[in-house]
Nanobody
Framework: EVQLVESGGDMVQPGGSLRLSCTAS????????MTWVRQAPGKGPEWVGS????????YIAKSFEGRFTISRDDAKNTLYLQLSNLGPEDTALYYC??????????????WGRGTQVTVSS
């Protein structure tokens, strides 16, 4: 059974940082590009960024450049998303997904269950 389990979400103050993790099982993690997607309350899914196999190339949406970083540890079958300088607009459910951007944004059945990030003072 394919499983993607996100963790690390929390409530933080504006300006804070978090590291989200996504542990994968049930498929060959090392052969898949991976993606982070977020969904804020009342809004549609938003692509955050993607990382290719082996982690040699990462892609971050322009609005997050300089604040968010994607990485992966293939030995641990784990995907990461480092969030920094968070603001209230970053409050959302963050999902990891199998595949690059195009696949992940078409197939929500390729997503995990998400981890909640809330930014509030």
């Amino acid at each position: 059974e394919v499983q993607l389990v996100e963790s690390g979400g929390d409530m933080v103050q504006p300006g804070g940082s978090l590291r989200l993790s996504c542990t994968a099982s049930g498929f060959a993690f090392t052969t898949w590009d991976m993606t982070w997607v977020r969904q804020a309350p009342g809004k549609g899914p938003e692509w955050v960024g993607s990382i290719n196999i082996h982690g040699r190339t990462t892609y971050i949406a322009k609005s997050f450049e300089g604040r968010f970083t994607i990485s992966r540890d293939d030995a641990k079958n784990t995907l990461y998303l480092q969030l920094s300088n968070l603001g209230p607009e970053d409050t959302a459910l963050y999902y990891c997904a199998r595949g690059g951007r195009a696949i992940a944004m078409r197939r929500d059945d390729y997503w995990g269950r998400g981890t909640q990030v809330t930014v509030s003072s």
